[in-house]
C-alpha cells in the first residue's frame, strides 16, 4: 500500500514539473484565462516520501482548517454587513435645515440669518460656505442680496460683509425660526421688527461685535464672527440654544440612514414623470449667477459675475445641493431709493433642481406666521435629498435658463 501511494504521488509530481496541470486565472483587462507557473516540486517530493498516516492527518488537518476558513469567512462577512448597516449615533440627529447627519450639541444652536453683501465689489464673501440654506433675492440697483441662513456658526471667524435687511428677509428668517443679523434696514420697516414680532441684531445700533476690513471700502467691508451673533442672541434675550426643535421646519427631507431604498425608488420615479426634466446648468442673467451640474459631486457649483464663486476664507468653491427656484410677485414700492416688495405671503409656482433633476413645484405660505411649504404636483409635501439649499426668489416673468 505504501509503495502503490508513493507512485501515485510521484506521478501526479511529474506531471506538475512537466506543466500538465495548472491554476487558471482571469486578468482583469482580458477574457483569456491564463495558466499559472506550478510552484517548485521539491517540497512535494518530500512530502510524498511521508507514511500514508501522515497524509490522512495531512488531509483531515487541511480539512479542519478549511472549514475554520469557512467559519472564519462567514463570521468577517456578518461582521462587514454589521458594519455596513449605518445609523445615528447617540450624540447624532438629523438637521432641519439640511437633512444631513449633525451633532445633537449643533442642533440645539438657534440658527441665524445674515444679510450678505453680493454687490461685485464685495466678492467674494467670507463665511458663506457655512450657511445650511442661501437665499438669494433682488434688491434695488438690479443686483442681490443674499439672506444666508447659518446653525452650526459659532467658529466662523469672519462672516460678511454684511448689509442692511430688506422686507421681504423678516418673513425668510422667522421661515427658519432664525434671528435676523443685518446692518441698517430700508427706512420703511423700521417699526416692522416689532410689529410682526421678527427677533433681530442690528449691527449700525451696535447690536453685536463687528468691524471694518481695511482692504474693501464702505459699504461692502462690514464684518462679524459668528460667536459675536450667538454672543449678541443671548444678550438680547433671544437665545442661542433652542430647549425645543423648530416646531414646524420649512424642508422635509429623506432620513440619510432610514431612507436611502424609499428615495432612490421615488428619485426614479420621478424622472419617469412628464413634466420632469434634466437640469446641468441653470442660468439668471438678472442675478448675473448661474449654476453648472457637477456629475462626481453630484453637487451644483456657483458662478457669479462670470467667475467662479469661492468662499474668500477658504478658497473652496461654493456648491449646493438643492436649487429652489420661487416664482413670486417682486414689484417696485415707488419711493425714490427704489426699493422692491416681494409678496411672500400666499402661493405660487417653483422648480426644485437636484442632481441633474428639475421638478415643478407649488409653495405655499397661509400667513404671516406660518411656515412656507412646497408641494408636487400631486399634493405631496416635497421630500428633499438631504444637503445645502440655494432659494432663487424670481418674478413669474424673469428670465432664466435651463439646459
Given at each position: 500500500m505504501k509503495n502503490k501511494a508513493i507512485s501515485v504521488i510521484l506521478i501526479v509530481v511529474f506531471l506538475l514539473a512537466a506543466g500538465g496541470v495548472g491554476a487558471y486565472v482571469l486578468l482583469p483587462d482580458k477574457e483569456t484565462p491564463v495558466a499559472e507557473e506550478p510552484e517548485s516540486s521539491s517540497s512535494s517530493i518530500e512530502e510524498s516520501s511521508s507514511e500514508e498516516s501522515s497524509s490522512e492527518e495531512s488531509s483531515?488537518?487541511?480539512?479542519?482548517?478549511?472549514?475554520?476558513?469557512?467559519?472564519?469567512?462567514?463570521?468577517?462577512?456578518?461582521?462587514?454587513?454589521?458594519?455596513?448597516?449605518?445609523?445615528?449615533?447617540?450624540?447624532?440627529?438629523?438637521?432641519q435645515l439640511t437633512g444631513l447627519v449633525i451633532k445633537k450639541k449643533v442642533a440645539k444652536q438657534r440658527p441665524v440669518a445674515v444679510s450678505i453683501n453680493n454687490h461685485q465689489d464685495a466678492c467674494p464673501?467670507?463665511?458663506?460656505?457655512?450657511?445650511?440654506?442661501?437665499?438669494?433675492?433682488?434688491?434695488?440697483?438690479?443686483?442681490?442680496?443674499?439672506?444666508?441662513?447659518?446653525?452650526?456658526?459659532?467658529?466662523?471667524?469672519?462672516i460678511g460683509s454684511i448689509r442692511s435687511a430688506r422686507r421681504y428677509f423678516l418673513d425668510f428668517a422667522m421661515d427658519q425660526n432664525a434671528v435676523l443679523a443685518h446692518f441698517g434696514q430700508d427706512p420703511a420697516i423700521v417699526d416692522t421688527f416689532?410689529?410682526?414680532?421678527?427677533?433681530?441684531?442690528?449691527?449700525?445700533?451696535?447690536?453685536?461685535?463687528?468691524?471694518?476690513?481695511?482692504?474693501r471700502v464702505a459699504p461692502h467691508n462690514v464684518y462679524t464672527t459668528g460667536q459675536a451673533l450667538a454672543d449678541a442672541m443671548d444678550a438680547f434675550g433671544y437665545g442661542s440654544i433652542m430647549e425645543e426643535p423648530i416646531e414646524d421646519?420649512?424642508?422635509?427631507?429623506?432620513?440619510?440612514?432610514?431612507?436611502?431604498?424609499?428615495?432612490?425608488?421615488?428619485?426614479?420615479?420621478?424622472?419617469?414623470?412628464?413634466?420632469?426634466?434634466?437640469?446641468?446648468?441653470?442660468?439668471?442673467?438678472?442675478?448675473?449667477?448661474?449654476?453648472?451640474?457637477?456629475?462626481?459631486?453630484?453637487?451644483?457649483?456657483?458662478?457669479?459675475?462670470?467667475?467662479?464663486?469661492?468662499?474668500?476664507?477658504?478658497?473652496?468653491?461654493?456648491?449646493?445641493?438643492?436649487?429652489?427656484?420661487?416664482?413670486?410677485?417682486?414689484?417696485?414700492?415707488?419711493?425714490?431709493?427704489?426699493?422692491?416688495?416681494?409678496?411672500t405671503v400666499g402661493e405660487g409656482d417653483g422648480?426644485?433642481?437636484?442632481?441633474?433633476?428639475?421638478?415643478?413645484?407649488?409653495?405655499?405660505?397661509?400667513?404671516?406666521?406660518?411656515?412656507?411649504?412646497?408641494?408636487?404636483?400631486?399634493?405631496?409635501?416635497?421630500?428633499?435629498?438631504?444637503?445645502?439649499?440655494?432659494?432663487?426668489?424670481?418674478?413669474?416673468?424673469q428670465v432664466y435658463g435651463i439646459e
Open positions: 483531515s488537518e487541511e480539512s479542519s482548517s478549511e472549514s475554520s476558513e469557512e467559519s472564519s469567512s462567514e463570521s468577517s462577512k456578518e461582521e462587514s454587513s454589521k458594519e455596513e448597516k449605518k445609523e445615528l449615533k447617540k450624540n447624532q440627529t438629523y438637521s464673501q467670507s463665511g458663506l460656505n457655512g450657511a445650511d440654506i442661501v437665499y438669494e433675492v433682488m434688491v434695488e440697483g438690479s443686483i442681490t442680496r443674499y439672506l444666508a441662513v447659518f446653525q452650526d456658526y459659532t467658529k466662523l471667524e469672519k416689532g410689529t410682526i414680532g421678527c427677533q433681530h441684531l442690528n449691527g449700525l445700533e451696535d447690536a453685536y461685535d463687528y468691524w471694518r476690513s481695511s482692504d421646519p420649512m424642508f422635509k427631507f429623506y432620513r440619510v440612514y432610514e431612507d436611502e431604498a424609499k428615495m432612490k425608488k421615488d428619485r426614479k420615479k420621478l424622472k419617469k414623470a412628464d413634466e420632469t426634466y434634466a437640469c446641468k446648468y441653470l442660468s439668471i442673467p438678472g442675478f448675473n449667477s448661474s449654476f453648472t451640474y457637477n456629475k462626481e459631486t453630484k453637487m451644483y457649483e456657483r458662478t457669479v459675475y462670470g467667475m467662479k464663486q469661492v468662499d474668500a476664507e477658504t478658497g473652496e468653491r461654493t456648491v449646493c445641493k438643492n436649487i429652489i427656484v420661487q416664482f413670486a410677485n417682486v414689484y417696485a414700492r415707488g419711493d425714490d431709493k427704489g426699493h422692491l416688495d416681494i409678496d422648480i426644485y433642481i437636484c442632481e441633474n433633476l428639475a421638478v415643478p413645484v407649488h409653495w405655499v405660505k397661509e400667513g404671516q406666521y406660518d411656515t412656507t411649504h412646497f408641494y408636487l404636483t400631486n399634493g405631496d409635501q416635497l421630500t428633499m435629498v438631504p444637503g445645502k439649499t440655494w432659494i432663487c426668489v424670481l418674478s413669474p416673468d
